[in-house]
């Protein structure tokens, strides 16, 4: 028996189950309801015979936690749309009710943006890959590609709300840019460098002009904070927020190298003229002018939790990565935060 009576008088996601020797009654709503199924099937043995057993019990339950996610990387890894179903069943099985789908990166960019097609034409290949742990010890001479269309990611969103779980984008910004810029080069603070770093980094095919990354890591070449980029850039977010209803877009904010801001003329005058005494108050500059675009637009901003050095965004939620200290620090700063210690 499935049952909403008396639901309303559970926690959020809340659900009871009573099986006694003549039935069993499942009571919830809604995402609790579809928990109660889930365990369950968690109760039932994984061989039959003749007969199924479930054992009598009475379980009040509710989650802990309002945000249990998992973060999948299809940027050095692409998976095709089967495999995310199949791991967003998973979720749904454990009661994970977030899916934060990291789409870009240095080694490609995964989502079609129609109005930049070459992010994806251009931006979702890449020639090779390292074997092995970085900085690896050889490298697959073969191309690594793909990419999702915009009718594949809403058919994802679809299908994950079926399953209560929320579909969280990310967009790297500023750094973890090597695709983008790869595919739209004035992205970068300096268009004419050579993407290519070292002779000791396994790399297949052309070491001239901007590259997607073969390997792991973290690289200089961010995006250059100017208007030309910032509008390319709102322009990518209005077309990822017409496509994920989530409250939240994550930023990334991770790993941007000063190197080539420092080394920018450009940069330098910016600063200059903005008052910033420093690169991560350029950083700081770069994810405020985001999140307002963002905000504009009904969304809140999710980022890494390097978007704390040179002053938090106003309305950011911080993901705290690198251990616990940062999100604390965010707390302490009246930020929702997520904690990720690796």
């Known amino acids: 028996v499935l049952t909403s009576a008396g639901a309303d008088k559970l926690p959020a996601e809340g659900y ?22 889930q365990s369950v099937m968690q109760m039932l043995p994984s061989k039959t015979g003749d007969k199924i057993i479930v054992p009598a019990v009475d379980i ?16 050095r890894h692409f998976f095709p749309i089967s495999f995310i179903k199949k791991y967003l069943d998973q979720l749904a099985y454990y009661k994970i009710n977030t899916f934060h789908w990291h789409l870009t990166d240095d080694q490609g960019w995964r989502l079609e943006i129609k109005k930049y097609p070459k992010l994806t034409t251009v931006g979702s290949s890449r020639n090779g890959s390292i074997i092995g742990n970085y900085p690896g010890n050889g490298n697959y001479l073969t191309e690594v590609k793909g990419f999702y269309t915009q009718d594949e990611a809403k058919e994802i969103v679809r299908y994950a709300a079926e399953r209560y779980i929320t579909v969280i984008p990310e967009i790297e910004l500023p750094g973890h840019a090597s695709a983008a810029i790869a595919a739209y080069p004035e992205l970068s ?38 208007e030309n980029t910032f509008t390319m850039l709102n322009n990518i977010l209005d077309e990822v927020i017409a496509i994920f209803p989530s409250k939240y877009i994550h930023i990334g904010g991770d790993e941007a190298p000063k190197t080539y801001w420092k080394e920018s003329p450009f940069c330098q005058a910016l600063m200059k003229e903005k008052g910033l005494k420093d690169e991560h108050e350029l950083q700081s500059y770069f994810i405020q002018t985001i999140e307002k675009h963002v ?4 969304r809140s901003i999710i980022g890494w939790d390097e978007i704390l050095e040179g002053g938090l965004a106003p309305n950011a ?6 251990g616990e200290d940062g999100g604390i620090a965010a707390a302490q700063q009246n930020h929702d935060v997520i904690m990720t210690p690796g």
Request: hydrophobic content about 35%; glycine content about 12%; proline content about 6%.
């Open 16 to 37: 009871t189950i009573k099986v006694t020797p003549t039935q069993i009654v499942l009571t919830g709503k809604g995402a609790g309801l579809f928990y109660a199924v």
């Open 295 to 298: 905000n504009g637009k009904g």
């Open 189 to 226: 603070c300096f268009p004419d460098r050579d993407t290519f770093v070292s002779d000791k980094t396994p790399w297949s095919g052309s070491r001239k002009g901007k590259q997607v990354q073969q390997t792991w890591g973290v690289f200089d070449d961010i995006f250059v904070p100017s």
């Open 317 to 322: 939620t911080v993901m705290s990565w690198r």
């Open 60 to 75: 009040n339950d509710y989650p802990r936690f309002g945000y249990r996610g998992t973060m999948l990387d299809v940027s």
